[in-house]
């Protein structure tokens, strides 16, 4: 029910009238690769650079990312992101 409400009264905040130019999952990938500086084009590719954000050396012996590693990155991603959202927030330039 509060979801709900929530949605209807969104529209009518101001604060929310400015236009959402990024989905959340493509500004986590633009922030991603924009950090680690590569191009990410498959699944294979983003798994990996989770991976390397949470510590995964990906030497020529190691096998991919696991879960740990996976999770670790993902906690760094959401970190990047959020100061990427704060940073835009208070008037800073945009990346990439």
Request: hydrophobic share 40%; proline share 5%; charged share 25%.
């Amino acid at each position: 029910m509060m979801v709900r409400d929530a949605a209807y009264a969104a529209p009518h905040h101001e604060r929310n009238s400015a236009p959402l130019t990024l989905s959340p999952v493509e500004l986590e990938l633009k922030v991603l690769s924009t950090f680690l500086e590569r191009k990410l084009e498959t699944v294979a590719d983003v798994n990996l650079a989770l991976g390397k954000l949470g510590g995964h050396l990906n030497r020529t012996s190691d096998g991919p990312p696991g879960m740990l590693a996976l999770w670790r990155g993902t906690i760094k991603l959401q970190t990047l992101v959020e100061g990427y959202r704060i940073g835009v927030f208070t008037g800073r330039k945009k990346f990439g």
